[in-house]
Nanobody, 118 residues
């Protein structure tokens, strides 16, 4: 059974930091590209960052560049998103996604809520 379980969300003050985690199971994690997406209230889901495997190449949305760091640990089947200098526009539900586009396979987690507020 495929599972992606996000954790680490919560309430953080503007300027603060937060690290999200995504625990993967039920599939060959190392064979999948991994991504973080987010969906703010009233807005469409948007891509935040991606990391490939096995090279570990990363790519970021402009809004995340210089503030967020995506990483993965294939030995633990874990995906991470380190978020720094958070602001109110980062408030959203954050989702992790596993992809093998060459096979048309995508898995989604259920999300974790990040609220940036004073």
């Amino acid at each position: 059974q495929v599972q992606l379980v996000e954790s680490g969300g919560g309430l953080v003050q503007p300027g603060g930091s937060l690290t999200l985690s995504c625990a993967a199971s039920g599939f060959t994690f190392s064979a999948f590209g991994m991504s973080w997406y987010r969906q703010a209230p009233g807005k469409e889901r948007e891509l935040v960052a991606t990391v490939t495997s096995p090279s570990g190449s990363t790519n970021y949305a402009d809004s995340a560049k210089g503030r967020f760091t995506i990483s993965r640990d294939n030995s633990k089947n874990m995906l991470y998103l380190q978020m720094n200098t958070l602001n109110s526009e980062d408030t959203a539900v954050y989702y992790c996604k596993a992809s093998r586009p060459q096979y048309g396979v995508n898995y989604w987690g259920k999300g974790t809520l990040v609220t940036v507020s004073s």
